[in-house]
C-alpha cells in the first residue's frame, strides 16, 4: 500500500469519527456493481481488499478509505458502426434522411442495447483522513479523481469542511531560487525532473526528466525568465518525489532505506502486508510535511 501522487487538504475543523463510526457511514454507500442497464457505479470498498470487511482501515489514528468505481466500456467505434448501419436501414425503408436529433436518440438506444453485454472497468482511488494532523490525503495527482473522493466523502458524510492548501511563500518563485542555485535546503536535494515555463498564456515550456538539475543546460531557460512549475524532489534519502507549483506530489516513491524497514516484520498474509505499509508510509508523510510546508513559510 504505498501512494503514487498525494493532493493534500486542509480539514477545517475537527474530524469527530473513529473508524468504527466512519465505516457505519460508509456501509450506507458501500459499492454495488452496475447492473444491466447501469453505465456505471461508485461506492466504498474494504481497502485491504476483496477478503476484507471493514471500510475503514485505521492505523496510529489514520483512516483509510477506498472508493470503487465499476464503468461499462462501450467503444465509440463500436456505437458509432451499430448507429450508421441503424441510418441506413431506416433511409433506405423510409426514403428519407435521418435528422441529427433522431440520430442522438437513436445513438442513446444503441448504448442501452449494448450495456447488457459491455465488457466492464474498475478502478480504486485510495484517501486518508488524519484527524490529529488535520489533513486529508488523497492518492491522486488530478482534479478528477480528487473530486471523486472529496464528492462522496462530502455525499456520505453530509458534510466535509476542507480547504485548499495555501501556503505563504509562492511555490514557483521559491522552486526557481532553487534550480537557479543549484540545490535545495538542508534535508532535501534536487532530483532528475522539472518543468519550467514562461509566463502568460500560449507561454513556452521546457520539460526535463532524467536530467542532471544542475547542469549548465538549464541556465539558458532561467536566465530567459522561465519559472520553475514541476521539480523533482528528495527528503533525506527516504523520499523521492516531483512538486508543482500547487504543492501536488507526482511520482511518490519511498526509498529503500524506508522499505528495508518491513523486512524485519512478520507480516504472513497479503493483508498484513498492506497493514505495514500503510503504517510505514502515513508514518513517514507525517514527518515530510511539515517540513515541506516550511521550505514555502508555512501555511498562510
Request: net charge negative; glycine share 8%; with cysteine.
Amino acid at each position: 500500500m504505498w501512494f503514487k501522487n498525494m493532493t493534500l487538504l486542509r480539514l477545517v475543523e475537527s474530524f469527530p469519527l473513529t473508524a468504527e463510526a466512519l465505516t457505519a457511514r460508509l456501509e450506507q454507500y458501500a459499492f454495488q456493481p452496475c447492473s444491466s442497464h447501469q453505465p456505471s457505479a461508485t461506492g466504498w470498498t474494504p481497502p485491504l481488499g476483496r477478503k476484507a470487511v471493514d471500510l475503514t482501515h485505521g492505523v496510529s489514528g489514520r483512516l483509510l478509505v477506498c472508493l470503487r468505481t465499476e464503468e461499462k466500456v462501450l467503444p465509440a467505434v463500436v456505437v458509432n458502426q451499430s448507429l450508421v448501419e441503424r441510418v441506413a436501414v431506416i433511409e433506405d425503408q423510409r426514403g428519407r434522411m435521418v435528422r441529427q436529433r433522431e440520430k442522438r436518440e437513436l445513438r442513446d438506444q444503441i448504448m442501452q442495447d449494448l450495456l447488457p453485454r459491455a465488457l466492464t472497468r474498475n478502478r480504486l482511488g485510495y484517501a486518508y483522513l488524519d484527524p490529529v494532523a488535520g489533513w486529508l490525503v488523497v492518492d491522486s495527482a488530478s482534479a478528477r479523481g480528487v473530486d471523486e473522493i472529496v464528492g462522496m466523502l462530502r455525499k456520505t458524510l453530509g458534510t466535509l469542511p476542507i480547504a485548499p492548501l495555501r501556503v505563504a511563500w509562492s511555490p514557483t518563485a521559491i522552486m526557481t531560487d532553487w534550480l537557479a542555485e543549484g540545490g535545495a535546503p538542508a534535508e532535501f536535494a534536487l532530483g532528475d525532473a522539472c518543468e519550467l515555463r514562461e509566463s502568460g498564456d500560449g507561454g513556452g515550456i521546457v520539460r526535463c526528466r532524467g536530467q542532471d538539475l544542475t547542469s549548465d543546460e538549464l541556465r539558458g531557460p532561467l536566465r530567459a525568465g522561465k519559472q520553475v512549475t514541476r521539480l523533482g524532489l528528495s527528503w533525506d534519502g527516504r523520499i523521492a518525489f516531483v512538486l508543482d507549483e500547487t504543492l501536488v506530489v507526482r511520482r511518490l516513491q519511498f526509498l529503500e532505506v524506508v522499505r528495508e524497514s518491513l523486512r524485519e516484520t512478520t507480516a504472513d498474509s497479503p493483508e498484513a502486508v498492506f497493514d505495514a505499509e500503510f503504517a510505514l508510509m502515513t508514518g513517514e508523510l507525517a514527518l515530510l510535511l511539515p517540513r515541506l510546508l516550511e521550505l514555502f513559510g508555512g501555511e498562510a
